[in-house]
């Protein structure tokens, strides 16, 4: 049985060396914050070396690499103008609320006849395709109108210069499409260049927009033995998330759900210990378990997930604020199977278990009794899950600086 507390339930995720890849029939571990800094150090100096002003980087996962960058670009007296930018996969028919987000500016898109499935295609080619192609795409008249209205907004201003766009992984292309696309509205005489961490490609070099990738698929197997990247779907070091849908667009932060002084109740005790009579009847576990169709990931779902689930559904089921649902999720989602260097099969396996679970769960009777505490408790379990999350984050980011700031004593030392 778990230790039925908060900080316990949602400690360090532990989601890789658990598992033995099954293409390197190996254990990887997580890159250490030196060898990390040391990566940063490599993608700054090409920043610096092409006097980039301006770089794009895809959220959220690149947030954090980004920070150790700009940390490393202070050190130097260096100054670049980082741009995040977040983009739903599947681009909605209406990107007037993303384009307001990123531009300020409002736009009827109606009025300019402009049409979203002109402009993003469903269906994009392979990566080696999309980087042969993306600059030929031609200009159609829906997106001439759109650029008139645009042209006057920061974005537009910022683009007519060339900018460095930097994404942590580059593999299917899909979000590098959908940011290009969505800048080209604003230029369609974009001057870019691609920086990644690890792009999903053999010949990276035989790309000339690709200024620097540190690793490719020629080097995958050392990209991963030097460590892996640790930042992929990590809320609790990112800090933030977005909604996103058809009539949302909305930045969260993670903090906003810390109260401003510490909450309890008494409730709290035999809200756990519901959940551990919930727990200890094995079976609801177990039907997890046996819904996977990879054994590893079978045996990687432990009653940790599943009290992670059960608090993403009670918030579900009992609330309508969609931003503590959408928080509970992604840290749900968090501690599942990590997706790289895994295969996508894994983290598929793990959701769909537990999805396939879901109605079994609500309308079990532990589960209507757990609902009864939550409605009092709820403030107060999202308040402590936000306050364990920034304490890891605050954590990460004072050991970056400590370690920039030893190395700083250390070279003025020796010099």
Not at 174 to 189: D, G, S
Not at 229 to 252: A, W
């Amino acid at each position: 049985m778990v230790k039925l507390d908060i900080e316990h339930i949602y400690s360090k995720p532990n989601n890789l060396s658990c598992f033995v890849h099954p293409k390197f029939n190996k254990v990887f571990q997580f890159i250490n914050i030196d060898t990390l800094i040391n990566q940063a150090k490599k993608i700054v100096s090409i920043f610096i070396s092409n006097n980039i002003e301006t770089v794009f980087f895809a959220e959220t996962g690149a947030s954090p690499f980004v920070f150790i960058c700009n940390e490393l670009i202070k050190k130097q007296n260096k100054k670049i103008k980082w741009i995040p930018i977040k983009l739903p996969r599947d681009i909605p028919d209406d990107i007037s609320l993303i384009i307001q987000y990123f531009s300020g500016k409002k736009v009827d898109l109606e009025n300019v006849k402009f049409k979203t499935s002109d402009h993003f295609s469903k269906n994009i080619p392979s990566l080696d395709l999309l980087l042969k192609n993306i600059n030929h795409i031609p200009l159609n008249g829906s997106q001439e109108s759109l650029l008139h209205v645009l042209s006057d907004t920061s974005i537009a201003k910022a683009l007519k210069k060339p900018i460095i766009f930097f994404d942590e992984y580059i593999d299917s292309g899909r979000t590098l499409y959908n940011v290009i696309r969505f800048l080209q509205l604003f230029n369609p005489k974009l001057e870019f260049h691609i920086v990644s961490y690890f792009t999903k490609l053999f010949d990276t070099e035989g790309h000339s927009l690709i200024l620097h990738s540190l690793f490719n698929l020629s080097r995958e197997e050392q990209c991963y033995d030097a460590g892996v990247y640790p930042f992929e779907n990590r809320v609790d070091l990112i800090g933030y998330f977005y909604l996103l849908d058809q009539n949302l667009y909305q930045k969260t932060y993670v903090k906003d759900f810390i109260a401003s002084e510490d909450l309890n109740n008494s409730l709290e005790s035999d809200f756990w210990l519901e959940m551990e009579r919930f727990l200890s009847n094995k079976m609801f576990l177990e039907n997890i378990q046996n819904n996977c169709k990879i054994e590893d990931v079978s045996n990687f779902i432990s009653e940790n997930n599943l009290i992670h689930y059960l608090l993403y559904l009670l918030e579900k089921t009992i609330s309508k604020n969609c931003k503590e649902t959408e928080f509970l999720f992604l840290l749900f989602d968090m501690y599942g199977p990590i997706w790289s260097p895994m295969p996508d099969e894994y983290h598929i396996d793990f959701l769909q278990a537990f999805n396939a679970n879901e109605k079994v769960l609500i309308k079990s009777n532990v589960f209507s009794k757990l609902s009864n505490y939550y409605i009092e408790l709820r403030n107060v379990i999202i308040h402590k899950i936000a306050f364990e999350c920034e304490k890891r984050r605050n954590n990460f980011i004072q050991s970056v600086k400590n370690k920039l700031e030893k190395e700083e004593y250390e070279f003025c030392k020796s010099h």
